[in-house]
């Protein structure tokens, strides 16, 4: 089967091809915009011969060895898999390819999970309840229930058991520089540095992008006195526990610490969130929706950006007041939350916090908790 090896040679050749010709690596692309470019297109043209003619020599060798029947049987599934993923025309779905150093891989994700979810709703019976503080946008639960395909019997908000009013304030500061606007990372961090060193850390600054959360820890560290801790530079829970430990720190994180992070008490006061969590406009899973969005004659940004980001910010927040106890102050450094109109979308939707644009305020807050501390240790004194 000398033929064989020479046509998965020339198979694994073509593979590595198309592998170099789709670039960097751990990159994330569109596999739409992708095969239209002329030279991807032909790349994979000669892998598809290629897997094609390795296809014909294994039909030659049938019968001959479980294992060559096996890999015909794999050659032929890998090759109804290219057809697919290759024919972007059908709608719903999410065409992307990511890069190892030494592989690709193209996927296609479904755009909703309405369905197939549906069927097995009305398969189990029973009554299903889904519950959490981040489902609605401005009181409406249609975002959640169409990604579900869900057609509720009841849906309602109860009240927060949380004084909003009294344990916490919200700050949108005033004189803040446009989001994405060159030396934002500067500005942020002369305006609120101070804010944060009164506070004696015991802050969140909750980042939309890696880039932006290690520019900030870069500039914090060498501007504050105070611990200043970096998601990434350990684990995740090792990162948390050091922040309770030290009880005066910085965290500046990203992605995974906007949700599921539980700190009680005096730990945690201030929570800072550098702009409105809108997704990175070349995310191939928003690009789809975006465009599926638009081929059935509704408007992308309000029916897909405006509430994703909306609970991606409720879910930021959240991490404020966790406790009936908890006191603390929200600031969020994004102009667009007081000067656009859907920032008021944004703000039906958040709890009944009262707001400020004034800093000094928010010192002022916070400087509240901490009197009662420096008394006592002075009693003790």
């Avoid at 991807?40 to 014909?56: C, G, Q, S, W």
């Avoid at 961090?189 to 060193?197: H, N």
């Amino acid at each position: 089967m000398r033929q064989l090896q020479k046509a998965g040679e020339r198979l694994s050749q073509a593979a590595m091809e198309m592998r170099i010709i789709l670039g960097d690596t751990g990159f994330r692309g569109n596999w739409r915009d992708a095969i239209a470019s002329p030279n991807i297109k032909r790349e994979m043209e000669r892998l598809t011969d290629a897997l094609e003619f390795v296809i014909e020599v294994l039909k030659l060798a049938l019968g001959r060895s479980q294992l060559l029947d096996t890999a015909f049987e794999r050659a032929n599934l890998v090759k109804g898999r290219l057809e697919r993923v290759c024919d972007v025309t059908i709608t719903g779905y999410s065409y992307w390819y990511d890069t190892s150093p030494r592989h690709f891989s193209l996927h296609i994700t479904p755009l909703t999970v309405a369905d197939k979810f549906h069927e097995q709703v009305e398969m189990k019976g029973g009554a299903w309840i889904f519950t959490s503080a981040t489902l609605a946008v401005s009181d409406d639960f249609g975002h959640f229930t169409s990604r579900l395909g869900l057609v509720p019997k009841q849906q309602f908000s109860l009240p927060s058991p949380f004084d909003y009013p009294d344990q916490a304030r919200l700050c949108v500061p005033r004189y803040l520089p446009e989001p994405n606007s060159p030396g934002l990372a500067n500005k942020l961090v002369s305006m609120l540095a101070p804010v944060i060193e009164q506070n004696q850390g015991r802050c969140f600054f909750l980042c939309t992008s890696h880039s932006m959360m290690r520019e900030l820890g870069e500039r914090f560290r060498e501007t504050l006195s105070l611990p200043v801790l970096l998601q990434g530079e350990t684990s995740k829970q090792k990162t948390l526990a050091e922040f309770m430990e030290l009880g005066n720190a910085l965290l500046v994180a990203t992605g995974a610490f906007w949700e599921g992070i539980d700190v009680r008490g005096d730990t945690l006061s201030c929570v800072i969130i550098d702009k409105l969590p809108f997704t990175a406009p070349d995310d191939p899973l928003l690009k789809a929706r975006i465009e599926d969005c638009k081929l059935q004659g509704g408007d992308p940004f309000q029916q897909v950006q405006i509430p994703d980001a909306v609970i991606t910010l409720k879910q930021g927040v959240g991490r404020l007041i966790r406790d009936q106890k908890d006191r603390g102050a929200l600031i969020i450094c994004d102009n667009r939350l007081v000067t656009r109109e859907y920032g008021a979308t944004f703000l039906s939707s958040l709890p009944p916090i009262p707001r400020t644009r004034d800093l000094g305020v928010i010192k002022q807050f916070l400087a509240q908790d901490m009197v009662p501390e420096a008394t006592e240790e002075q009693i003790e004194k």
